[in-house]
């Protein structure tokens, strides 16, 4: 998933390689360190990060990531594509060149590039150590005629306060009604061959009236159908069909896993298919689902072919799923058969309730108030001192997420973070949802 949300303002941090872009980066962002929740490894994203200050919240991105830095002499028209798509969808461009190196050919292209956006830019001169340097660094790059001109040195931290301050000015305050989830719902049904993926879409399907489209996917991709639950148009990706362009070089099961991730990823929605008949969860199936969980894709459970085994092997399957209860307890799980129609229904009223649950409101009074009286009651220490939390924001977007602050973001560990996120799903219904959490510093 792109973090991008739909109506928050998106910052792009602009320029060639080596003018520091990434100690810039990890400066804006970092007022504390970024922590998504309940990811094994917690580490940023290295190129996007939400960013908050002096009220504002924003996107910042970081083009380190995309061809931008390439020799701008060989900027073709697929690199111009790139740099376009991002800028299309950029609020503000801030471009840092090198003060120590000063002016090249390339900071030239991309002024013009930049100019040529109509966006409003800030320019930063990096480097830039001491004030006695300002005057020259500033006459140097006055060629640009940019009007909005910092010096900075990303390394000393000098320069940040106020170009945080100049970026929050110039970004508008994210109107809540916009930010919301994108209009599409897109549910991904994965799982292994032969699980009866075909067989669920099918039966859904002909349950249908409203059927929009059901366009075939090209070699290897998914087929995709519209489905409408409760008025919504859902869209269903299958897998599926991956068996048919079953090739030497891509094992079935490789690719069912190769497809079933890029699938995965561009869903709201998993849903999990396994066979009853194998009697347990299998370890690839268990990776798709901490893969999907680690995505903070919303997931359903749906356990096939229940008409095939006694009540004794079904309590075998739950006993073996009930090892991954820190999991499995937070995700809905449906028995089905596609042979006797049992629960097919259900998937699509769970799918429903999934997607309400996930839009839900988290009201911000309440979130704190709940948030900052169970840390009184049970508060969390590290080496001997109090972490207190002094504000939890929630922000609506396509996962529900929190932003918490708290005076040491450094001490959150993942255990930290799984007790904030149970005290969360004790007060709200969010079964099959994923949530976000991001710690921040309460000082700025
Ligand atoms: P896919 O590869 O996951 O899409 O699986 P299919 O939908 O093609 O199903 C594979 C086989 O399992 C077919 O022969 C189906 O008829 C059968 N099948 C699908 N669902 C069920 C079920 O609930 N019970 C039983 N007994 N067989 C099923």
């Not at 991105?61 to 697929?78: F, M, N, Q, R, W």
């Not at 704190?368 to 009286?373: D, E, G, L």
């Amino acid at each position: 998933m792109s973090s991008t949300r739909s109506g928050v303002p998106i910052v792009v941090l602009f320029g060639r390689t080596n003018v520091g872009k990434s100690t810039i980066f990890n400066r804006l962002s970092s007022g504390a360190r970024s922590l998504v929740f309940d990811r094994p490894h917690v580490t940023r994203d290295p190129i996007e990060d939400l960013v908050e200050w002096n009220d504002k919240t924003y996107t910042l991105i970081d083009t380190g990531g995309v061809p931008l830095e390439k020799k701008v002499s060989e900027i073709d028209l697929a690199v111009r594509k790139s740099i376009d798509a991002i800028l299309a969808k950029t609020t503000l461009i801030v471009f840092v060149c090198d003060g120590v190196e000063g002016i090249t050919a390339d900071d030239r292209k991309l002024a013009q590039i930049a100019r040529a956006s109509g966006l409003p830019t800030i320019m930063v001169i990096n480097k830039v150590d001491n004030n006695e340097r300002d005057a020259q660094a500033l006459s140097d790059f006055a060629e640009f005629g940019f009007k909005d001109i910092h010096t900075i040195s990303a390394i000393h931290g000098r320069g940040f306060a106020r170009l945080l301050d100049r970026i929050s000015e110039l970004v508008p305050a994210i109107k809540h009604e916009e930010v919301k989830t994108e209009p599409e719902y897109r549910v991904a049904i994965i799982g292994k061959p032969n699980v009866g993926k075909s067989s669920l879409l099918n039966l859904l399907l002909r349950e249908e009236r409203s059927l929009v489209s059901n366009v075939p996917g090209t070699t290897r991709e998914a087929v995709r159908s519209m489905i409408t639950i409760h008025k919504d148009a859902i869209e269903f990706a299958d897998t599926a069909g991956i068996r048919r362009h079953q090739s030497v070089e891509d094992p079935l099961e490789l690719l069912m896993v190769k497809t079933s991730f890029k699938v995965l990823k561009h869903s709201n929605l998993v849903v999990l298919m396994c066979d009853a008949s194998e009697k347990r969860i299998t370890d690839q199936e268990l990776k798709l689902l901490f893969y999907a969980h680690k995505e903070h894709k919303s997931i359903v459970l749906v356990i096939n072919k229940s008409d095939l085994i006694t009540d004794a092997e079904k309590e075998t399957f739950l006993y073996h799923l009930s090892q991954y209860e820190h999991l499995t307890k937070k995700i809905p799980v449906i028995w089905t058969s596609c042979v006797t129609h049992k629960n097919i229904s259900k998937i699509k009223e769970t799918i429903h309730q999934v997607k309400l649950r996930s839009e839900q409101e988290i009201d911000v009074v309440r979130i704190n108030t709940i948030i900052k009286k169970k840390f009184e009651s049970h508060p969390l220490t590290y080496n001997g001192e109090e972490f207190k939390v002094h504000n939890v924001r929630p922000i609506k977007g396509d996962v529900p997420t929190l932003v918490v602050h708290t005076n040491h973001p450094e001490w959150i560990r993942t255990s930290h973070l799984v007790y904030f996120e149970n005290v969360v799903r004790s007060q709200y219904d969010l079964l099959g949802c994923p949530i976000k959490i991001i710690v921040r510093s309460s000082a700025k």
